[in-house]
Antibody, heavy 112, light 110 residues
Framework: QVQLVESGGGLVKPGGSLRLSCAVSGFSFSDSYMNWIRQAPGKGLEWVSY????????FYADSVKGRFAVSRDNAKNSLYLQMNGLRADDTAVYYC?????WGQGTLVTVSS | QSVLIQPPSASGTPGQRVTISCSGS????????VNWYQQLPGTAPKLLIY???QRPSGVPDRFSGSKSGTSASLAISGLQSEDEADYYCAAWDDSLNGLVFGGGTKVTVL
């Protein structure tokens, strides 16, 4: 059974940092590209970042480029999102996943 | 403004057919597969349609997808109360090097 479990969300002040994690099981993680997407309260889905199975290819949305960094540890079946310079408009539920499956999400709130 | 354009709402009575459109461009829908997701309140997106009108196991055949040029559509036939949800289209954009979503369509069962 496929499972993706995000963790690491919480309340952080503007300018602060958070590191999200995504633990994956039930499919061949190292062979799978992965994405982070987010959903601000009451808003639609927004793509944040992509990383290929090997970690060689990485892409970011313009809104997070230079502030967020995606990485993965295939030995631990885990995906990460390091978020620096957080702003109020980064407040959202963050989901990890690929085309077929997404985790339940973790809430990031940026507020003073 | 989302890269892919969807109507904000759609509605129908039980048993009716509802269609949701998704308009893109030559750098996304025109050359890449379109995925459709259903999102119930407070839950993660669930894949409904991928590639050329393929449904994951467990998705009823009431849901179908089509694509023509730079536009795609999702059809829900035999509308049921449990279909009340938000629906999103998505496709990879080769110019942006990113996944682009539609703004979402809220389906209401009257």
């Amino acid at each position: 059974q496929v499972q993706l479990v995000e963790s690491g969300g919480g309340l952080v002040k503007p300018g602060g940092s958070l590191r999200l994690s995504c633990a994956v099981s039930g499919f061949s993680f190292s062979d799978s590209y992965m994405n982070w997407i987010r959903q601000a309260p009451g808003k639609g889905l927004e793509w944040v970042s992509y990383i290929s199975g090997s970690g060689t290819n990485i892409f970011y949305a313009d809104s997070v480029k230079g502030r967020f960094a995606v990485s993965r540890d295939n030995a631990k079946n885990s995906l990460y999102l390091q978020m620096n310079g957080l702003r109020a408009d980064d407040t959202a539920v963050y989901y990890c996943g690929q085309r077929d499956h997404w985790g339940q999400g973790t809430l990031v709130t940026v507020s003073s | 403004q989302s890269v892919l354009i969807q109507p904000p709402s759609a509605s129908g009575t039980p048993g009716q057919r509802v269609t949701i459109s998704c308009s893109g461009s030559s750098s996304n829908i025109g050359i890449n597969s379109v995925n459709w997701y259903q999102q119930l309140p407070g839950t993660a997106p669930k894949l409904l349609i991928y590639s050329k009108n393929q449904r994951p196991s467990g998705v009823p055949d009431r849901f179908s997808g089509s694509k023509s040029g730079t536009s795609a559509s999702l059809a829900i036939s035999g509308l049921q109360s449990e279909d009340e949800a938000d629906y999103y289209c998505a496709a990879w954009d080769d110019s942006l090097n990113g996944l682009v979503f539609g703004g979402g369509t809220k389906v209401t069962v009257l």
